[in-house]
């Protein structure tokens, strides 16, 4: 059974911290590219950041480029999310996703990922 389940959201208030872990199975972790998407209430669910296979590319959204790192363990098949600074405006559900095959431009369209997980809930309090 193919499965990414998130982990690591809670609350926190605004400049604190929270790291996420995406544990997957069922599948070759290896050969796929994880990216990171959030949604809020009332809004678009919208691409963070994706780690490619290789761990060689990673990429950002704007408006979290400079206080998110993305990272990967294959050994583990867990990908992270460390997510510093964080604002109200981060706010969210996360969710993992991992995509077949090689890493193209915009890199954070929801169509570019097969398996997705359930996601946990980050709340950033101000």
């Known amino acids: 059974e193919v499965q990414t389940v998130e982990s690591g959201g809670g609350s926190v208030q605004a400049g604190g911290s929270l790291r996420l872990s995406c544990a997957a199975s069922g599948f070759a972790f290896d050969d796929y590219n994880i990216a990171w998407f959030r949604q809020s209430p009332g809004k678009e669910r919208e691409g963070v950041a994706l780690?490619?296979?290789?761990?060689?590319?990673?990429y950002y959204a704007e408006s979290v480029k400079g206080r998110f790192t993305i990272s990967r363990d294959n050994y583990k098949s867990t990908v992270y999310l460390q997510m510093n600074n964080l604002t109200p405006d981060d706010a969210a559900v996360y969710y993992c996703?991992?995509?077949?095959?090689?890493?193209?431009?915009?890199?954070?369209?929801?169509?570019?990922?097969?398996?997705w997980g359930q996601g946990t809930q980050v709340t950033v309090s101000s």
């Open positions: 996703a991992a995509g077949w095959g090689p890493a193209r431009p915009p890199y954070l369209l929801q169509s570019q990922y097969e398996y």
């Open positions: 780690i490619t296979k290789s761990d060689r590319f990673t």
